[in-house]
């Protein structure tokens, strides 16, 4: 669920309102999927690719999609259905290469209003998976069907809903940011502990979580693996999200008190009162400027301690006893004076 203060995509679609008026919006990129997945049964086809069987690979991937992009799209209108009970408006559905979004248009009232919402899409996936399998054993053995040429058995296309929505209801579950898991964890959380203190808490464990995810994937390999990848960086970033969004304090819209401070966490009531954390890149470019800043101190310091011992020989032997060596030093400190003066010159007109 995604609240309406965030935007929402742009570069997308209608594709009209099929369920509740809703509108359904699909994003460019989820053109992906179906490239993912004739690329990848290519990769599986042993023979030259000039006898591969690209029509029906690129129909076999098109068909998959349009099964996977439905039950996407079910299992956020089973969020979009009990957030309508919960009197919680939602403006709009998008769908996208990593899943969907169910967008409302205010922010959850109560951590139980968003555990019941955000559990809704699992059970409602979870809820498909069984009456696929269930009518997949109820019909047996049964005859093709010609789909795009695909010569595929009603059975088969249960099992692979059957497949798709049982995936859909497991990985959603995942405790990390977006997936539903960490919004239901945060919610079931919020009852023993302030609902920042919960975000800030299962933020860091959907980062911790997101390593192995991302290692899972490199071991995989492939187009899947790939996506594996992809997904547990996104999440990270998500994750990182919430963790400053914790900092607010600003979780639910009931009328209890949620803005404590959050003095457990060792942060601010406000993330306006804490300076951000700077990134790796941040914290590099820093360290190098520190370090160039203080050779260049330590070098004029060591230039002024030898300019004062060749004035104090000027000084006590007279300006012809100074050797062609401290001319010159002298000679570069004065133009050091000259343009380092030009320079507060220029700043100050």
């Known amino acids: 669920m995604e609240p309406s203060y965030q935007r929402t995509d742009t570069w997308s679609f209608g594709l009209g309102r099929p369920l509740m008026g809703l509108p359904v919006r699909v994003r460019w990129d989820a053109f992906v999927i179906p490239i ?79 555990l019941v919402v955000t559990a809704s899409g699992p059970a409602s996936s979870a809820t498909l998976a069984l009456a696929a399998l269930a009518a997949a054993l109820a019909l047996g053995a049964s005859r093709e069907i010609r789909v795009f040429g695909l010569g595929l058995s009603v059975v088969s296309i249960l099992a692979n809903a059957f497949l798709i929505n049982a995936a859909l209801a497991l990985f959603n579950l995942i405790p990390s940011f977006d997936m539903d898991g960490a919004r239901m964890l945060r919610a079931a959380l919020s009852y023993r502990m302030h609902p920042g203190r919960a975000t800030y808490s299962v933020a860091l464990l959907g980062q911790f979580l997101c390593v192995p995810m991302a290692a899972f994937g490199f071991y995989l390999g492939g187009t899947g693996g790939a996506l594996l990848v992809f997904i547990a960086v996104m ?46 890149l941040a914290r590099f470019i820093a360290r190098r400027r520190e370090a160039r800043r203080r050779r260049r101190e330590e070098a004029e310091a060591a230039l002024r301690a030898r300019v004062d011992d060749v004035l104090k020989k000027v000084k006590e032997s007279g300006l012809n006893s100074l050797t062609r060596k401290e001319r010159n030093l002298l000679m570069k400190a004065s133009e050091e004076f000259r343009r380092k003066s030009s320079g507060r010159i220029r700043k100050v007109t």
Request: glycine share 10%; aromatic share 10%; hydrophobic share 40%.
């Open 36 to 114: 993912a997945l004739y690329l990848q049964a290519l990769g599986s086809f042993s023979g030259p690719l000039s006898s591969a069987p690209h029509l029906k690979f690129a129909a076999g991937a098109l068909l998959y999609s349009v099964l996977l992009y439905l039950f996407v799209y079910l299992h956020e209108i089973g969020h979009a259905y009990a957030a309508r009970r919960l009197r919680v408006p939602v403006r709009e559905i998008v769908l996208t290469p990593l899943g969907g979004t169910a967008v409302v248009g205010s922010r959850m009232p109560s951590p139980g209003a968003e």
């Open 235 to 280: 999440n990270f970033f998500a994750c990182e999200r919430e963790r400053y969004a914790a900092q607010e304090g600003d979780i639910y819209g009931d009328d209890r008190d949620w803005t404590a401070s959050l003095r457990d966490l060792g942060i601010e009531d406000s993330a306006a009162d804490r300076p951000r954390k700077q990134g790796l």
